[in-house]
């Protein structure tokens, strides 16, 4: 996911915990909040998400989600993200339950997991 958004792995962390999460650090800024970091967040509840970085600098501020399934392609990742930066997205977001099961989830994860890689649960 990290090429299609243009970040390398180094930008990327991810947590295999209960709940599952993912963070891409991203080098852009968006229109409606200058000056401020943005990333990419997934959790295995909402799917993936753009924030911003909140005031106090410590906390993430959702500006929008993607929607839709809960592990897209890297092509629908990246469109989301160009439609974030050029403010296509609305601004006060409707979380959206994702999730459909520990299954569905690994399903969906395997499709884009390089070689050998397993699934830490």
């Known amino acids: ?6 970040v390398g792995v180094e930008s990327c962390t991810a947590d295999f915990g209960n709940p599952a999460s993912a ?6 800024r ?13 959790d295995e509840r909402h799917g ?9 600098g ?3 501020l959702v ?10 392609g890297p092509g629908r990742l990246a469109r989301f993200l160009a439609a974030v930066r ?11 339950v994702l999730h459909d ?8 994860l395997r499709r884009y997991r390089p070689d050998g890689w397993q699934w830490p649960r």
Request: glycine share 10%; hydrophobic share 50%.
């Open 1 to 6: 996911m990290s090429a299609a958004v243009g």
């Open 23 to 28: 963070y891409i650090a991203l080098d852009t």
């Open 30 to 42: 968006l229109p409606r909040h200058p000056g401020r970091d943005v990333a990419l967040l997934w």
């Open 48 to 56: 993936w998400s753009a924030a911003v970085e909140h005031d106090s």
């Open 58 to 60: 410590s906390d993430l």
């Open 63 to 72: 500006v929008a989600y993607l929607g839709g399934e809960l592990v897209p």
């Open 86 to 96: 050029r403010g296509d997205v609305p601004a006060v977001p409707v979380v959206p």
């Open 101 to 108: 099961g520990e299954a569905v989830l690994l399903d969906g």
